[in-house]
C-alpha cells in the first residue's frame, strides 16, 4: 500500500551541487507532478508529466530538470543547486488523462536544504 | 490578484463548534475543485472533492458558488485531530490543479 514514494527524505547539498530526487508511484496513474512548498507561498508547479514521454514546465521550471523513466517513476534533478532552492519537494501522482478532472496523490515530501 | 485565495488564519476553536472556510477562485471556466488537508510538515491528503450540488461526507460539508466564483468547508462538531491547515484546490480543464495557501484551523479543547 505505498502509493506514491519519494526518496531522499532528507538532503543537504552545498551551493553548486546536484542531485535527482526520486519519485515513483504504484496506483498505475498516467500522470506525474513536482511541487516545492515554500512558507506563505503554498504549493507550486514546478513541472509535470501528464502521461508517459510527456513532460511539461509548471510555474516555476528554471533551475530543475525531469524525466519520466517509465510510467511509474518521474525524477527531478537540480543540475546546480542554489540557496533558493532551499524546500520541500512533494511528487503527486493522478489517474486518467484529464488529470485536472482528478485528485492528486502525495508523496511525503523530501527536506532540502542548500548551503 | 492570485488565483486561488484563502483567508490563512489562524482559525482557533474549541472542541465541538462549528467552523467554516471560504476559498475563493478568479477563473470563471474552473471546472474541478478539492478540499486537501495538510498537518504540520506533511504530505498533503485529499480531503474531498467538491461538487455543483454540494456534498457531506460525514462532519464536513464541501459548498461551490459558481456565481460568486468560491467554494466553502464547513466543519461541524470540531475535533482536535482536525487541527491542520486546509488548502482549497481549483482546476479548469488542464492537466494541472490550482493550490491556495490554505488556511489554518486550531482546535483547542
Not at chain 1, 60 to 84: C, D, I, T
Not at chain 2, 11 to 19: D, I, R, Y
Not at chain 2, 27 to 56: H, I, T
Request: glycine content about 8%.
Amino acid at each position: 500500500n505505498a502509493g506514491v514514494t519519494q526518496t531522499p527524505k532528507f538532503q543537504v547539498l552545498k551551493t553548486g551541487q546536484s542531485m535527482t530526487l526520486q519519485c515513483a508511484q504504484d496506483m498505475n496513474h498516467n500522470s506525474m507532478y513536482w511541487y516545492r512548498q515554500d512558507p506563505g507561498m503554498g504549493l507550486r508547479l514546478i513541472y509535470y508529466s501528464a502521461s508517459e514521454g510527456t513532460t511539461d514546465k509548471g510555474e516555476v521550471p528554471n533551475g530543475y530538470n525531469v524525466s519520466r523513466l517509465n510510467k511509474r517513476e518521474f525524477s527531478l534533478r537540480l543540475e546546480s543547486a542554489a540557496p533558493s532552492q532551499t524546500s520541500v519537494y512533494f511528487c503527486a501522482s493522478s489517474e486518467g488523462v484529464w488529470a485536472g478532472n482528478q485528485p492528486q496523490h502525495f508523496g511525503d515530501g523530501t527536506r532540502l536544504s542548500i548551503l | 490578484r492570485k488565483e486561488v485565495e484563502q483567508d490563512p488564519g489562524p482559525f482557533n476553536v474549541p472542541e465541538g463548534a462549528t467552523v467554516a472556510f471560504n476559498c475563493t477562485y478568479s477563473n470563471s471556466a474552473s471546472q474541478s475543485f478539492f478540499w486537501y488537508r495538510q498537518d504540520c510538515r506533511k504530505e498533503p491528503k485529499l480531503l474531498m472533492s467538491v461538487y455543483s450540488s454540494g456534498n457531506e461526507d460525514g462532519r464536513f460539508t464541501a459548498q461551490l458558488n459558481r456565481a460568486s466564483q468560491y467554494i466553502s468547508l464547513l466543519i461541524r462538531d470540531s475535533k482536535l485531530s482536525d487541527s491542520a491547515t486546509y488548502l482549497c484546490v481549483v482546476s479548469y480543464n488542464t492537466d494541472k490543479l490550482i493550490f491556495g495557501t490554505g488556511t489554518r484551523l486550531q482546535v483547542f479543547p
